[in-house]
């Protein structure tokens, strides 16, 4: 009687584990990467749906501390420092927390991690805190978090459900670190003086610095039709457009031999603007 009892026992044990079913859960975790500038930022949530609920504030009160998505807190995770808010907060993982209002969300960065909803939240912990305007939305069924708006140094972190949408940016720092980088990264290979030359191009640094590395870099690697198409636009930045035209056929040369239609198409509209330059100029010089 006893051994049966034991059985008995032993077989209610283990019915649990045998009755657990893998299915789809209501809230599927979701992960959301994006590199911003050379920082690399992810999102970690819960995608509740609104399965023809009434989200704002109702399943959502108006007014109360949001876990914002289902299940655990949102993780957000940054490789680097980011400005939020206007606040510059270190690399490494927080938590986003939300209190909506129909006018407006107060949108909390919390150093807490892995929390269990709001339980364990510590304001102390914040941060950053700031506020946010939301904006009338098509219509989104299940929670979504997005990066919008995507520059070389921002980038808005969008949250969309139901028909609201609310963002806010993150900032990063790239321009120290890609100067270190050039001065770092010079060498015989050429192709780093090209892309110092590019990059002293697009953000408008010193132009016959920008001109030597190109040139540099053209030198080392040879004739490629991008790199002489960086160069005439430096060219023409100097106002040498003579030069720029004549670098400009060279680079058109080249991509088609390549068959790169998307260059040889910039050229030619390039070649169409500096010619005017060069006759309109000429025609103030003979007056």
Same mark, same amino acid.
């Given at each position: 009687?006893?051994?049966?009892?034991?059985?008995?026992?032993?077989?209610?044990?283990?019915?649990?584990?045998?009755?657990?079913?893998?299915?789809?859960?209501?809230?599927?975790?979701?992960?959301?990467?994006? +590199?911003?500038?050379?920082?690399?930022?992810?999102? #970690?949530?819960?995608?509740?749906?609104?399965?023809?609920?009434?989200?704002?504030?109702?399943?959502?009160?108006?007014?109360?501390?949001?876990?914002?998505?289902?299940?655990?807190?949102?993780? !957000?995770?940054? &490789?680097?420092?980011?400005?939020?808010?206007?606040?510059? $907060?270190?690399?490494?993982?927080? &938590? =986003? !927390?939300?209190?909506?209002? #129909?006018?407006?969300?107060?949108?909390? =960065?919390? +150093?807490?991690?892995?929390?269990?909803?709001?339980?364990?939240?510590?304001?102390?912990?914040? @941060?950053?805190?700031?506020?946010?305007?939301?904006?009338?939305?098509?219509?989104?069924?299940?929670?979504?978090?997005?990066?919008?708006? /995507?520059?070389?140094?921002?980038? *808005?972190?969008?949250?969309?459900?139901?028909?609201?949408?609310? @963002? !806010?940016?993150?900032?990063? %720092?790239?321009?120290?670190?890609?100067?270190?980088? $050039?001065?770092?990264?010079?060498?015989?290979?050429?192709?780093?003086?090209?892309? @110092?030359?590019?990059?002293?191009?697009? %953000?408008?640094? *010193?132009?016959?610095? @920008?001109?030597?590395?190109?040139?540099?870099?053209?030198? $080392?690697?040879?004739?490629?039709?991008?790199?002489?198409?960086?160069?005439? /636009?430096?060219?023409?930045?100097?106002?040498?457009?003579?030069?720029? =035209?004549? %670098? #400009?056929?060279?680079?058109?040369?080249?991509?088609?031999?390549?068959?790169? *239609?998307?260059?040889?198409?910039?050229?030619?509209?390039?070649?169409?603007?500096?010619?005017?330059? /060069?006759?309109?100029?000429?025609?103030?010089?003979?007056?």
């Amino acid at each position: 009687m006893k051994t049966l009892s034991i059985l008995g026992f032993l077989f209610l044990a283990i019915i649990p584990m045998q009755a657990q079913i893998s299915m789809p859960q209501p809230s599927p975790l979701g992960t959301l990467t994006q +590199k911003v500038g050379l920082t690399d930022v992810s999102i #970690a949530y819960s995608r509740p749906s609104a399965k023809g609920r009434k989200v704002f504030g109702d399943l959502v009160p108006y007014g109360e501390m949001w876990r914002t998505g289902a299940n655990r807190s949102v993780k !957000f995770s940054i &490789s680097d420092s980011v400005t939020v808010g206007g606040k510059k $907060i270190g690399k490494g993982d927080y &938590s =986003i !927390f939300t209190i909506p209002t #129909a006018t407006d969300w107060t949108i909390i =960065i919390n +150093k807490g991690v892995d929390l269990s909803g709001t339980s364990g939240y510590k304001e102390e912990d914040d @941060a950053v805190r700031f506020t946010v305007t939301p904006v009338k939305n098509s219509f989104t069924e299940t929670f979504t978090f997005n990066f919008g708006n /995507l520059t070389n140094t921002s980038a *808005d972190v969008e949250i969309l459900w139901e028909e609201v949408k609310v @963002a !806010f940016k993150i900032e990063v %720092t790239v321009d120290d670190k890609v100067m270190k980088n $050039i001065e770092a990264a010079l060498n015989p290979s050429g192709y780093s003086y090209y892309q @110092a030359g590019r990059y002293y191009y697009e %953000t408008e640094r *010193d132009s016959k610095t @920008a001109l030597e590395y190109v040139n540099k870099g053209i030198e $080392i690697n040879g004739e490629k039709y991008w790199m002489l198409r960086t160069k005439s /636009l430096i060219q023409a930045r100097l106002n040498d457009y003579k030069g720029a =035209i004549a %670098t #400009a056929e060279k680079s058109k040369e080249l991509a088609l031999k390549d068959e790169d *239609d998307s260059y040889v198409k910039m050229n030619e509209v390039s070649i169409l603007e500096w010619q005017a330059k /060069l006759n309109q100029g000429t025609k103030v010089k003979n007056k």
